[in-house]
């Protein structure tokens, strides 16, 4: 009863082809599968394609990368990191211990 329900669908349109029912068709009638297949991946994608524009996403638009000059300015116009390790220096050679 299942096989019929699931071939009623299938005809009406109200199911997609499931690569069982198409193994099935292949054998009880010698349509290859992969070609089944194939079309019904066509049907989706065309159906999936008519309502595209309804479908609210901008496309991504990377940010602008800066030159070669842009990044050697900003490597070198940045303040010295205040790490522990240089904290600890700079503490000795006020004390004058360097």
Do not use: C
Request: net charge positive; hydrophobic share 40%.
């Amino acid at each position: 009863m299942g096989r019929v329900i699931d071939r009623h669908w299938l005809l009406n349109e109200n199911s997609d082809l499931s690569p069982d029912m198409a193994l099935r068709i292949e054998k009880a009638f010698g349509l290859e599968m992969d070609h089944l297949l194939r079309m019904q991946l066509a049907y989706d994608v065309a159906k999936t394609r008519e309502h595209a524009r309804r479908i609210p996403i901008k496309r991504y638009a990377p940010a602008e990368r800066p030159t070669l000059a842009e990044m050697h300015n900003r490597l070198h116009t940045r303040k010295a990191v205040t790490t522990p390790v240089n904290t600890a220096r700079l503490v000795r050679e006020e004390r004058g211990s360097l």
